[in-house]
């Protein structure tokens, strides 16, 4: 596995700042100049060392990790491979230098080339009901989410509160979160049919209706958001107030969001998730039957896990439709999703489809080395009427290979020989050899030679291509 870039990191940490290399040597007692060859990668960092970085730079330890400017590495790699830029080929060390050193630049980039594939759909015919958007509300959540590593510690305080004066047992929570709703906001519940709704709020008539479609778990989960909409509506505003929103739309994404997460957070408090989630080794349908919740309510819950002082496994999550659309999309473990494009079909993800409701598990390796123990399975939602497909997703999860042995989802794998080999995508890997690749790589030339098929769908030169 490629070894994590922290000195970028320090030099992006010290920079904002406001603090010269040689104060900040200072405050952690090492030369001006042994500090300046830890933020070129040259030094190695003890522990002792990291921990007087994490109190003098006023961060956590996870804030060292790197993982922030490699999600930005991946993006500036996919935005200035793209052929119609008519860039010659951008050193890698040149990409890591603008995502360490200039962060802001690096943003600005990528929010610059977000706009442009926007006006090129835009032109193609594809138009947006509101005009043109430099940023997407979705993209803009997503982001949103991705940048606070998926934790509101703020919301989890929230939900850690209701639930001590709820205080009953998980099995009990459902019927525990109706009464409260009924005693303290006068609200009453109702399961029926609705419709093509899954829930449907009335205020004046005080009137909370849920399709009898919605399996037991998912109706707790509804009457849960129903609840803070009303009871953490005012911790919401002050987590969304300081990202500023574009738009009203991404607003009320962001609002929804963290509605969600407070209902998760309720349903599964944080501290005896956590303590259950390591008892249980990870695995996803013992903690669901646990604490009364879906496979992926629990899934979703184990990527939250990421309190200061009591941090969980960090994991990657990722909703995907048999398209390959992606609606659901955030990384603790450092994964680099690709931002414009579609990625590696060889990834579990793609392949989870052919197997409906098991859950597979694979050990992907990027072609950095940089390795994932990753699982998958889909998930069905109730079809709206008889004749019509029910919708079905596959919930993916994974995180660094580093941590696989606290996952019983390793156990009798070889982390070593088990490996599946798959790319950011298919414009961007330069696996030869892929059977499964859609594209050819955007660096390299095509080779083509009516004498002879080869069993992958590309063939091209090895050597990167001159623009």
Known sequence: MSRPLIGRTVRRLRLEKDLTQQALAARLGVSASYLNLIEHD?????????????????????????????????????????????????????????????????????????????????????????????????????????????????????????????????????????????????????????????????????LLELSET?????????????????????????????????????????????????????????????????????????????????????????????????????????????????DKRFSAAGFPFSRFGGSCPRWLPHTAFATPDVLRVQLAELPDGAAFLCFARTVSGPAARWGEPAPVRVVAMGCEIARAAELVYADGLDLQRSRVGIGLSCRLCERADCRSRAFPPLEHRLAIDPNEESAAPWRFDTIRRES
């Open 42 to 206: 040259q030094r190695a960092v003890t522990a002792s060392l990291l921990l007087k970085l994490g109190s003098t730079l006023q961060v956590d330890l996870a804030a060292l990790s790197g993982a922030a400017e490699q999600q930005m590495e991946s993006g500036l790699r996919e935005v200035l491979s793209d052929p119609l830029l008519g860039l010659d080929e951008v050193p890698e060390a040149e990409m890591q230098t603008l995502a360490g050193s200039a962060p802001a630049a690096a943003r600005a980039m990528l929010a610059l080339y977000r706009a442009w594939r926007v006006a090129r759909e835009d032109s193609n015919g594809i138009a947006l009901p509101s005009g043109r958007r430099i940023l997407l509300p979705t993209e803009e959540t997503r982001d949103f989410f991705q940048d606070r590593a998926n934790h509101f510690a703020t919301l989890e305080t929230v939900a850690e509160a209701i639930g001590i004066q709820l205080a009953v047992a998980p099995s009990e929570l459902n019927h525990a979160i109706a009464e409260r709703l009924r005693r303290t906001h006068a609200l009453r519940v109702r399961v029926g049919p609705l419709g093509g709704s899954l829930r449907r709020y009335d205020p004046e008539a005080r």
């Open 214 to 326: 919605l399996p037991r778990e998912s109706r707790g989960f509804q009457m849960a958001f129903q609840l803070m909409l009303l009871e953490a509506r005012d911790a919401v505003e002050a987590v969304i107030a300081p990202a500023n929103p574009s738009s009203p739309e991404a607003a009320a994404l962001m609002r929804v969001g963290l509605l969600n997460y407070a209902a998760g957070a309720l349903l599964m408090p944080y501290t005896p998730f956590l303590a259950a989630a390591r008892a249980l080794r990870h695995e996803v349908d013992a903690l669901a039957a646990r604490f009364g919740t879906s496979f992926e309510q629990a899934a979703h819950r184990l990527s939250t896990l990421q309190r200061e002082g009591a941090r969980g496994v960090p994991f990657f999550f990722l909703r995907v439709d048999p398209a390959g659309n992606v």
